[in-house]
Every structure is written in C-alpha cells, then in structure tokens.
C-alpha cells in the first residue's frame, strides 16, 4: 500500500508561472484535502474535497484551484505563482469522514522566485 | 470559531527527562474531536492519537500520554523519559462535528518544536 502519493518532491518556479501539485491515494478515501505549512503557523487549509466530482474552499484559496475527477487523485494547481505561495505543501486523505485521523504525503517543497 | 493554541513554540530537554507539550482548544460545540500529529525533521506528518469530545479518560501508549481535560480545553502530551528520536514538531488539532458551512473544519495549532538532546 503506497498510501498518499505526492509529486514533485521540490520545485522552483519563476513569479508567474503554472505548475500543478499531483496527489493521489490508493486507500479508496474519500476525503482529500490540501494543505499548506509556512514556518511557525501551523496547517493551513486550502481546499478540500469529499468525493468524485466534489470540491470546497478552505481557509486559504485564493492563487489555487484544484479538480475531482476520480476518487484517488486531487491535483492542485497554482496559476500565476507568487512569492506568498512559497511553502511546503501537504496532501492528506481521510475516510469516512474529516473527523477521522488523517494520511498524509510526504509534501512538496515549493519555492517561487 | 474553533481555535487551538500551543503557546510553547520550542521546547529544550535532555534525554530522559519528561516533557509536557501544551494545547489549548476552543469550540463552541459538545462534539468535537482532538488530535495530535508528530513531524519529525524529515518532514512527514504522522498521527498519534485521535479523543472525541465524550472521552475524557487519559490515554498511554507507551512513553506517550495525553491528559484531556474539557474543565479547562486542554489536551496535552507527556513523553516520559524522552528519547532522541522524539525531536520533532508535535501539532495539535481540533474538529468539529458541524462546523460552518457543512464541513468538519480540522484546525492546526501552530506547533511546539520539541529538541532532545543526548
């Protein structure tokens, strides 16, 4: 069971440019998440989504947008990068519900220069 | 809204000592669920206990234990004779049954970092 599955790994992008996180699970969850962590904060949501076809905004949307279509992948895309968007970011899974305990990836570290 | 606060940002012991992390929760609801994630340097985030709102029994899992107590929204780690390879990040986080909006909101406190020492 490979779990939570996140590339790339790291990556630098110029201010301006595109480029999409993969996730995906293998553990038939339905609740995938997006998250964000900027040193000394914490987590931060920034989408989420509780099945095929299903998204939702967490606390910090705004510069991303992300896409369902299957139950084991939920990519998120960055349009435009910013140097605010410069963070190690997290995909998570969980089943059946948020309240149960999280998987999460082994994140991507992303810098935007 | 739901808050969680772990007011101690890094922690300092030597091997073998006992160390207890800190959280503070707020939440206006009676069901509600508390967790505890550990990040060590590598990065990865691990889950190490999950407590719903109706359990106030403490819990030990080895060297690990958490003390909930809603009488004062605190739910705090203690690592007994702690190792090396406790050094890490710990998060505490809260849900809510209903939060607003539909969802079960999971909100992060901001992290103790935890540094043994040999």
């Known amino acids: ?113 | 809204a739901q808050k969680v606060t772990q007011a101690q940002t890094e922690i300092s012991v030597v091997e073998k000592e006992d160390v207890t992390l800190d959280c503070v929760y707020e939440t206006r609801d009676t069901t509600y669920y508390l967790f505890w994630y550990k990040q060590p340097p590598s990065g990865e985030l691990v889950f190490l206990i999950r407590r719903n709102s109706f359990d106030e029994q403490n819990e030990i899992s080895g060297r690990y234990s958490w003390n909930f107590q809603k009488s004062t929204s605190s739910f705090n780690f203690t690592i007994t004779a702690s190792q090396v390879v406790d050094s890490a990040v710990y998060f505490c986080a809260l849900s809510e049954e209903f939060s607003q909006g539909g969802s079960e909101k999971l909100v992060f406190g901001k992290g103790t970092k935890l540094t043994v020492n040999p």
Not at chain 1, 70 to 79: G, N, V
């Open chain 1, 1 to 113: 069971n490979a779990g939570v599955t996140q590339t790339p790994k790291f990556r630098i992008l110029k201010i301006g440019q595109s480029m999409t996180l993969q996730c995906t699970q293998d553990m038939n969850h339905n609740y995938m998440y997006w998250y964000r962590q900027d040193p000394g904060m914490g987590l931060k949501l920034i989408y989420y989504s509780v099945g095929a076809g299903i998204t939702d905004k967490g606390e910090v949307p705004n510069g991303y947008n992300v896409s369902r279509s299957t139950t084991e992948d939920f990519p998120l895309r960055l349009e435009l990068a910013a140097p605010s968007q410069t963070s190690v970011y997290f995909c998570a899974s969980s089943y059946p519900r948020q309240n149960e305990k999280l998987f999460f990836g082994s994140g991507t570290q992303l810098s935007v220069l």
